[in-house]
């Protein structure tokens, strides 16, 4: 009896109550960008990715499946630049002004990002040149704050009675991100937040090596993905493709040369065989790739360089055991380290 009654009155609640009950429908382009949406907005949100975990997003077909996810969602996230040049095409199908451009419920993950690569000239001649900027913005954790940012703000936009759950979310998320990232012990001394900024402008360890704590210098209690690091901070490697920019930007390694002679342009034997020549001259033995890229052309280059493979995926589900962004940033880091204390 009590259910019969408990149903009558959903069912003649006013419609506003009725949206109060129901999670946030979510789209997102990418599976990392779903993932954060849930890490902040939890039982409040209920997202779906277009791309599929190991697939490359500048790749995606659109399929009638996803402009119908679109159609009846509240908000759609997505990098905002030109690497999922095939929105606009969804973004039409589906029909639903909430979403589009300039819309309530449309976030960019870019938005307030220091974008790294943008080109002087937007020349296609050196292949898939992205013209605003690199759009591979989460290799960074702290970059991914802001994305972070980006999506609670959006959240917040269009379930305003919820707002106090998501900054709740947010803060979780940050707080964890700062603890991962610099150690429970530095965050515990310095605080989170001016870490980061310490760190968004490129004097984070300066400022460790300066500073003493306790007559030993800071830089003794650094912990988390920073000190995990250590072994390849200030190394070169070389990579398959220019999506590690911004992990090179945090963590202070450089992609020397790459697979591809030029962005989305598959290698040349030429470009290989210059490639190989080099990896043995200068000694640049760790290849970095991200799963989805063609694995038999990776194993040829390493074959033929001596280097060690770095394999790894760029998103969240691609691997068993990775099922979040704390233990995707954990490979990406684990395994670099490993190549580098192994080779």
Known sequence: MMRTVLITLLLLAPSSYKEQLAPVRVVATLPIYAEITQQIGGQEVMVSSIANPNEDAHFVRPKPSFALDIRRADMFVTTGLDLELWVPTLLDRAGNSNVLEGGRGYVTAYTGVELLDVPVTADRSGGDVHIFGNPHLTTDPLRTLQVARNITIGLKRVAPDRAAHFDAGLASFIERIYQRLFGERLVELIGGETLEQLALNRTLFEFLDE???????????????????????????????????????????RCADYVEAKPGIPPTPGHVAQLIARMREENLNVLLSATYFDESKVEVVATRGDAIIVRVPLSPYAREGVDDYFTLVDTWVMELAQAFVSR
Not at 222 to 250: M, S, T, V
Request: net charge negative; aromatic share 18%; with cysteine.
């Open 211 to 253: 500073q003493e704590f306790e007559g030993a210098p800071l830089i003794e209690s650094l912990g988390g993905w920073l000190q995990i690091a250590n072994p390849f901070r200030g190394q070169e490697i070389i990579c398959y493709h220019k999506n590690w920019a911004y992990f090179e930007d945090r963590f202070q390694v």
